[in-house]
C-alpha cells in the first residue's frame, strides 16, 4: 500500500553551527549543529523512512529499488536535497558549479542550484547575494586585493522572504539566520573568502579560488520572483520558484484541504505548528520539523490543521 514516508533527519556540525534547530524538536549533536539533512539521497547524509512497509530503508536505496514511488523516473540519483540551515555565524562566502561543470570536474556529482525560504532571522539581517564585477579581469583583482566589502553585495532579509540562488551566484548565509534550503543533490561548494577565520587547531579553511572564479556568473545576473498565491480549500498556496530544477510552494494550512496530485511525488518540510494528513482512512499526524515524502499513486489525501509547510518537487 502507498502511504506517505516520514523521514529521519540527519544532522551536520559545521563551524558556524549553533542550536537554533533544537526549536525543531531535533536532539542536536552538538551546539555547532549547523545542518539538518531532512530529505537527501545523498551520500554524505541518507535519509532513512521511519515508518510503514519501507522502514529502515535510505532514501537512495528507496529510488533505485522502487522508482514505481517516484513515476519510474529517467535520473540516476534523487535529484533534490532539503535541509535546515542554523547560521548561528557568518558562512563562508561561496559558489557552486552548474551540473556540466561538476560533471567534468566533481566524479560526475551534479551541480548545485538552490533556494532559501528565510524561516527566522534577527533584527536587521542580511546576507551575501551576488557581487559587483563587470569583468572576469574585475573579479580576479578584487578577490587577489581582498576587497570584499566593494565586491561583495549585501541585501536586507527578513522572516519569509524566498531567494532563488542559481549555480555561479557568489552568496553566504549571514549570522542570526534559519533557513530551509531546497537544492540540487550536490555537495560541492567552492569557497571564496572565509573572513580569514581560523578553526580550533589554528587552521585556516581551504579556498577554492581557480574553480571558484571558473564557474562564477559575471557580470551577477539578478534573479527576480514573482510569487504566485492561490487559494486551495482552507490552504494558501504560494509559488515560491518554478525552475528547470525544481518548483517549490509554501502551503500555509488553517482548516482543512483535500489535494490529489497523479504522477507527481511531493517533499513536504512542516516549517510551523501541526496538523495532520488523512489518507485511505488512517491519519497521519505531523509537526513542526517533520520531513514527508508523498509517493506518486497515493491518490487523494487531505491536509488538515494550522501550520505552515514547505513543498517541492524536481
Ligand atoms: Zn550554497
Known amino acids: 500500500m502507498v502511504q506517505p514516508l516520514f523521514l529521519k533527519p540527519v544532522f551536520k556540525e559545521r563551524i558556524w553551527g549553533g542550536t537554533a534547530l533544537k526549536e525543531f524538536g531535533y536532539t542536536l549533536p552538538s551546539d555547532k549543529t549547523g545542518e539538518c539533512w531532512a530529505i537527501s539521497a545523498h551520500p554524505n547524509g541518507l535519509s532513512e523512512v521511519e515508518n510503514g512497509s519501507f522502514k529502515g530503508k535510505t532514501l537512495d536505496k528507496l529510488w533505485k529499488e522502487n522508482p514505481e514511488l517516484f513515476g519510474n523516473p529517467q535520473g540516476k540519483v534523487f535529484p533534490l536535497l532539503t535541509k535546515i540551515l542554523d547560521a548561528n555565524m557568518d558562512l563562508s562566502v561561496q559558489v557552486h558549479p552548474d551540473d556540466g561543470y561538476a560533471m567534468a570536474n566533481e566524479n560526475g556529482e551534479l551541480g548545485k542550484t538552490e533556494c532559501w525560504y528565510i524561516i527566522d532571522c534577527k533584527e536587521d539581517a542580511d546576507m551575501i547575494f551576488g557581487h559587483n564585477a563587470k569583468t572576469k579581469e574585475e573579479l580576479v583583482a578584487q578577490i587577489v586585493e581582498g576587497n570584499w566589502n566593494e565586491l561583495l553585495r549585501r541585501v536586507k532579509i527578513k522572516p519569509g522572504d524566498f531567494f532563488y540562488v542559481p549555480s555561479g551566484t557568489i552568496h553566504a548565509l549571514c549570522e542570526g539566520t534559519l533557513v530551509l534550503e531546497t537544492q540540487q543533490s550536490s555537495d560541492t561548494t567552492y569557497r571564496v573568502y572565509d573572513y580569514d577565520r581560523k578553526d580550533d587547531q589554528g587552521n585556516l579553511r581551504d579556498l577554492h579560488l581557480e574553480k571558484?572564479?571558473?564557474?562564477?556568473?559575471?557580470?551577477?545576473?539578478?534573479?527576480?520572483?514573482?510569487?504566485?498565491?492561490?487559494?486551495?480549500?482552507?490552504?494558501?498556496?504560494?509559488?515560491?520558484?518554478?525552475?528547470?530544477?525544481?518548483?517549490?510552494?509554501?502551503?500555509?494550512?488553517?482548516?482543512?484541504?483535500?489535494?490529489?496530485?497523479?504522477?507527481?511525488h511531493l517533499l513536504l518540510s512542516v516549517i510551523k505548528g501541526e496538523g495532520s494528513l488523512m489518507h485511505n482512512g488512517e491519519s497521519y499526524s505531523f509537526r513542526k520539523g517533520n520531513h514527508v515524502i508523498l509517493p506518486v499513486g497515493l491518490g487523494e489525501f487531505e491536509v488538515s490543521g494550522e501550520c505552515e509547510l514547505i513543498v517541492s518537487h524536481p
Open 212 to 264: 571558484a572564479i571558473d564557474v562564477t556568473t559575471i557580470p551577477h545576473q539578478n534573479s527576480t520572483i514573482v510569487a504566485n498565491v492561490e487559494k486551495k480549500g482552507d490552504t494558501e498556496i504560494t509559488a515560491l520558484v518554478q525552475s528547470d530544477f525544481f518548483s517549490v510552494y509554501k502551503w500555509n494550512v488553517k482548516g482543512s484541504t483535500t489535494f490529489s496530485f497523479a504522477g507527481q
